[in-house]
């Protein structure tokens, strides 16, 4: 693949080594490198809201069939250091579904998932989060959800008393819930096409009858083998409904 | 595999793009081998340039979609926001990794993943632009035995990226923009 290519290489020059075989052998003889190096080889840039129409589309279309639901499962896969996950926090408490929701947040990155649980961003990345929020249809103001200090912003910890957060492979792991709503964004670009099946299949396994999946902005299921599995729900936001007999 | 390489073309633009690259893409043929092209533009994830450059190319005109096949007779762009790389299955891949020269899109990283699947199969364009991205990036196309054309820049709305380009890269063709389109079509035989 031609992004793990890229990365590997970036991350044997990080580390000074002078070859792939030299840093495979760091990895093996040395506990924290595997660690060290998870970081280089997964990428965890997010926003809070990111592509605020895609959060619009779940406000407008999706809410309103979620509240049928007396419970819900959402399942937020590869959610880094958590952006995605307060998103969904805050969105869910504003329109009125926190209380019956259990969120599981998981991921491969061991140290990206104690960020998610700080819940701790720059400060300086507020003004984005708040427009982004703002764009998204946000009811309240994003200053609610965190306290500044220091350069920080530190989100409630009242947000994560609905979530689970824990390690999980989408390659090797297998189904651990049933959920009415995945959303796996900008995760999938990074799996060739045996992997995203593999992957999809999980959600499709998980989801009950006539639940969501969530895509980024650039993915689709238009080249994976299950694309007869889901129905597009929202088009542009890559918004995508399990179908009835899947 | 057939003994003929396959074909493609990589452009790279910053500045001043738009107007070159509407100098260039109208006059390849409706077969043409594929094209791909990143073109720094500000991120508010708009993706207007498809649409701009679809009714004025005869080529079919797409923003790349991660694992796309990449087809003869079309022309991708990357969408604002993500990293446009090609897979050696001859597939697209799109990437949210950290932006590379200030830039995501980068060129460097479409040219240096285009190399490695098409080698001398490919050619390389680097266009106007106030940044150094594409250099590396062609280096990479020539140094795997592609083809690289650089804009000169006396005809460059901003010459930073082809004159970096250019001391990076001796053996690529140097050409005025109006004669681009014509020295890509020799190559496409």
């Known amino acids: 693949m031609a992004s793990i290519k890229r990365r590997l290489f970036q991350a044997r020059d990080h580390f000074g080594c002078r070859s792939i075989s030299m840093l495979q052998d760091m990895v093996l003889h040395d506990e924290t490198m595997l660690g060290a190096l998870m970081s280089y080889l997964t990428v965890q840039v997010s926003e809070l809201f990111r592509d605020p129409a895609y959060f619009r589309a779940i406000r407008e279309k999706v809410v309103p069939h979620l509240k049928t639901y007396p419970s819900l499962k959402v399942w937020i896969a590869g959610c880094s250091t958590g952006e995605e996950l307060y998103s969904f926090a805050i969105l869910f408490r504003e329109e009125g579904l926190e209380e019956r929701t259990l969120f599981y947040a998981t991921d491969i ?138 | 595999m057939s003994a003929r390489p396959r074909k493609a073309v990589v452009i790279g633009a910053s500045a001043g793009g738009v107007e070159a690259l509407s100098a260039v893409l109208p006059h390849l043929p409706p077969d043409h081998c594929p094209v791909l092209v990143v073109i720094h533009l500000p991120s508010n994830r708009q993706s207007v340039l498809a649409d701009l450059f679809r009714d004025k190319c005869r080529m079919k005109v797409v923003e790349a979609e991660d694992k796309a096949p990449i087809d003869a007779g079309t022309i991708y762009f990357a969408p604002p926001d993500y990293h446009l790389m090609v897979e050696t299955a001859f597939t697209v891949a799109l990437s949210n990794e950290a932006p590379v020269w200030f830039s995501r899109p980068s060129i460097d990283v479409l040219f240096e993943t285009a190399a490695d699947a098409y080698g001398p199969g490919l050619t390389g364009v680097i266009l106007t632009g106030a940044n150094e991205d594409g250099a590396a990036g062609l280096r990479a196309v020539l140094a795997q035995g592609g083809r690289g054309l650089i804009q000169s820049p006396e005809t460059a709305y901003a010459r930073l990226m082809p004159e970096t380009a250019l001391s990076f890269c001796s053996g690529a063709t140097v050409r005025p923009l109006e004669h681009l389109a014509a020295e890509l079509l020799k190559g496409a035989a």
């Open chain 1, 109 to 246: 990155n061991q140290e990206s998932l104690r960020k998610a649980e700080a819940g701790v961003y720059d400060l300086d990345r507020m003004r984005l989060f708040t427009e982004n929020h703002r764009l998204s249809g946000g009811k309240t103001s994003l200053s609610d959800y965190y306290t500044a200090a220091y350069g920080a912003a530190t989100f409630d910890k009242s947000l994560r008393r609905h979530v689970v957060f824990s390690d999980h492979s989408l390659v090797t792991d297998a189904v651990f819930a049933e959920t009415q709503f995945v959303s796996c964004r900008n995760v999938l670009i990074y799996f060739n096409r045996d992997l995203q099946n593999r992957a999809v299949a999980l959600f499709a396994d998980s989801l009950s009858r006539k639940g969501f999946l969530g895509l980024g902005a650039k993915e689709t299921l238009r080249f994976t083998e299950h694309h007869d599995t889901f129905d597009e729900f929202a088009r542009e936001e890559r918004l995508y409904q399990k179908r009835e007999a899947a």
